[in-house]
């Protein structure tokens, strides 16, 4: 990614919202570019690969953002889910609201109004190419929802029979735990796919 040399005309940092390894991969990338970087995410501490041993957590390369913001007092993360919160466009500005209970206010980081908003909340798995006969059920993971069809162990959907997925989506098993939804990790979920799917040949004649 190439940080855009355009210096930013308002004062106020644009926010990236999200805490996963897009968040923290943006920002490392724009530090040396900006003044301040803000983040929105959810509560609760950031998890780290290396403590986790999960390759979906945040990885060392990304995460001096987390020093800025803790030794240095420059750059802020906001522990907030945005579920009550929502971004509003007044004029050429966004401002980020509070909604619940018929009130809406605009929230004190965004006085000023951003000029753009980075997203980086993932990605949930498109069903809209399916039709309702053949529509496979999407996990339910906590805060998580619909990222991933439901998979049994060959990786063929739990409802829809013959129906196999390859790819990020096989991560479905492994969700938390592995590598299965990252390259690295197809190299193990990959496999055993081609292998029941490939009609076995007979043996060579010698
Ligand atoms: C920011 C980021 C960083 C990452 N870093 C790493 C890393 O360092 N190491 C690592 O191992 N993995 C990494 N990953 C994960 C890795 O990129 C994915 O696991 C991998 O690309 C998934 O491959 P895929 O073929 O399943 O899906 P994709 O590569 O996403 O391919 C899906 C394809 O399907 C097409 N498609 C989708 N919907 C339709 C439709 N309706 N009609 C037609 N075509 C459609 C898309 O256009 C696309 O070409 C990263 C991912 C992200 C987002």
């Known amino acids: 990614m190439r940080p855009n040399p355009t210096p930013n005309p308002n004062p106020n940092p644009n926010p990236i919202v999200g805490g996963g390894n897009s968040a923290f991969e943006f920002a490392q990338n724009i530090m040396g ?3 301040y970087i803000h983040m929105v995410g959810r509560p609760g501490r950031v998890r780290l690969a290396w ?9 060392t390369i990304h995460n001096t953002v987390l020093e800025t913001y803790l030794l240095k007092s420059m750059d802020a993360m906001w522990e907030e889910s945005m579920e009550h919160m929502l ?3 007044k004029g050429d500005l966004w401002y980020l609201m509070t909604h ?3 009130i809406t206010r605009v ?4 006085v000023q109004g951003f000029h753009k908003i980075i997203v980086c909340l993932g990605l949930t798995f498109d069903r809209s190419i399916f039709d309702a006969s053949a529509m496979p059920d999407a996990t339910k ?13 060959r990786f063929e959907a739990s409802n829809v029979s013959h129906m196999f997925f390859l790819g990020s989506p096989m991560h479905s098993n492994d969700y938390k735990h592995a590598a299965g939804g990252f390259i690295h990790g197809f190299r193990y979920t990959c496999p055993p796919l081609m292998a029941q799917s490939t009609p076995k ?4 004649m010698t």
């Open 100 to 102: 619940g209970e018929g």
């Open 107 to 110: 929230i004190p980081p965004s």
């Open 51 to 59: 403590e986790t041993h999960y390759p979906g957590a945040v990885r």
């Open 87 to 89: 971004f509003r466009k």
């Open 141 to 153: 993971h906590k805060g998580y929802e619909s990222k991933f069809p439901i998979l049994n162990s």
């Open 201 to 204: 040949r007979p043996p060579l």
């Open 33 to 35: 570019n900006t003044q």
